[in-house]
């Protein structure tokens, strides 16, 4: 049996489109949801189809990577808070207060389409509020939370509001929503050498013991599932991933919409979803 997620990655690229035209001919509001329920009719038997292949030996591995997935892990650059409050006359507050609204919003469709882990790098000033107003929906949808980045620098309220929130989600599974506060790419990188370099001052490990997988449990994203994540969305137009991820990035297809941060809704995110199933991964493999 394949799992649900395996189901949904699957499906959706099969549906969304005929999905879409049959909203418009039925005057059904396309959402989210309405998407999803397609998809649940569909997936017994897609299961069953899949369970048949398997048993007559037609189930290749070159035929499931031919096929457009969801990616498990989301990371997201949401630029473009203060341009978008100028070009409406509003003071940048306003623009920040709409990003952040817009980061639950699209953690929210995130989860319901069935992607694992999604990455928001955002902005200190509004996280207390937003973590207090928003917990009731962490712990309904059994959403974990964990927060990345240099924590010497955050207010001691928002530290323990932190820690509070990551304590009271932490044995959720399946959804991972990691917020990065003051992360930066090069620090990561750094306190993992550091990390490395005193564990092999002290003999707990050898220098040749360490290889990718070694520095990759010392990153800060050694919290999540999947690490490395498969999409990185920057909005705002900037083609450039700003210090964010550097190491984590090296396989991830980069995705870079003209759209400001807090205009980035559930057709916007559906369409870089649709992007990434058009891609052909290569991981570093020629084709």
């Given at each position: ?48 189809d ?15 990577e ?34 952040a ?13 069935g992607?694992n ?45 932190i820690?509070e ?123």
């Amino acid at each position: 049996m394949v799992s649900l997620f395996s189901v949904v990655s699957t499906f959706i690229a099969i549906v969304l489109i005929p999905g879409l035209f049959i909203s418009r001919r039925l005057s059904v509001p396309f959402s989210i949801r309405n998407i999803l329920r397609f998809i649940k009719l569909a997936a017994s038997q897609n299961d069953n189809d899949e369970e048949r292949n398997e048993k007559r030996g037609t189930n290749t591995m070159g035929e499931k990577e031919k096929r457009g997935g969801l990616p498990k892990h989301v990371a997201i650059i949401l630029d473009g808070n203060r341009r978008w409050a100028q070009k409406r006359g509003l003071g940048t507050s306003d623009g920040h207060k709409a990003g952040a609204r817009r980061v639950i919003e699209n953690a929210k469709d995130c989860f319901a389409m069935g992607i694992n882990t999604d990455e928001v790098n955002g902005l200190m000033s509004l996280f207390e509020e937003n973590f207090r107003s928003e917990m009731p929906f962490f712990q309904r949808d059994k959403i974990k939370i964990s927060v990345i980045g240099n924590r010497t620098k955050i207010p001691q309220s928002l530290l323990g509001l932190i820690r509070e929130t990551e304590e009271a989600t932490k044995s959720y599974e399946g959804k991972h929503l990691i917020l990065a506060i003051d992360y930066s790419g090069r620090f990561d990188i750094m306190q993992a050498c550091k990390s490395l370099a005193e564990k092999a001052k002290n003999g707990l490990i050898q220098v040749e013991d360490i290889d990718e997988n070694v520095i990759d449990k010392e990153l800060m994203t050694n919290c999540s599932e999947f690490p490395n994540p498969d999409l990185l969305i920057r909005t705002s137009g900037e083609q450039r991933i700003s210090n964010f991820f550097l190491w984590q990035s090296a396989y991830t297809e980069l995705y870079f919409p003209n759209v400001l941060w807090p205009d980035f809704g559930e057709a916007e995110y559906l369409e870089a979803l649709t992007w990434y199933q058009q891609r052909q991964r290569r991981f570093g493999r020629r084709v």
